[in-house]
């Protein structure tokens, strides 16, 4: 399952060349821009992913010039895509701990590294509805009894890579952002993907 919103630690801070109002904190495995200022090493944060889709609350309103949609499957919102600010790629968004300020901390007592708050924020992740086109045809769901392609990204589990110290191990590059499955069925052969618009 993915943590679409979840309390993460700002692992590292770095200046941003030539920017004066923003830097770049590391979160996971992920880079993101932020305030500068707004945070030191080893802060909690609320760090939301990319594809997470923020509800309209005025808490989120900062982001309706660059990330607003709206459609007929998933309503209003604000969705979180890889961004460039000054020659810095941003991958998701990250905000003070004080955005939980009011909801009760999931063991009642504090906020931890790795507590998801997506259903407490709202936060849902944005779909994208399926359109027959003229250059293919959309059978329906991904058929049965075969495994999907849901490689962990270690960017969003940097311990995995604990796992596997002294293991052989294979390095890929997801390069467009779209996984594949072919399949051949009793003599059909079909294509599973997904296209984010």
Known sequence: MRKLASVQTIWDVQPIE????????SVLGWKCVVKKGEFKKYD?????EVDAFL??????????????RSNDLNGEGFLMKTRNFRGQVSQGLVLPLSILDGIEPLDGVAWKTGD???EQLGVK????AEIATGSGRV??????????????R??????????FKGLPYYISTKMDG?????????????VCLFCPK
């Open 139 to 152: 059978i329906g769901d991904f058929p049965h009894g075969i495994p999907k392609t849901d490689e962990i």
């Open 125 to 128: 992740k944005w779909e994208v």
């Open 44 to 48: 909690l944060c609320v760090y939301f």
């Open 18 to 25: 030539g920017a004066d109002r923003i830097e770049v904190v």
């Open 55 to 68: 509800p309209v609350k005025p808490e989120f309103e900062f982001l309706r010039d660059g990330c607003y």
């Open 154 to 163: 270690v960017q969003a589990e940097p311990g995995l890579i604990d796992e």
């Open 178 to 190: 779209t996984s594949v499955t072919m399949y051949l069925i009793d003599g059909e052969f079909g």
């Open 116 to 118: 998801i708050v997506s």
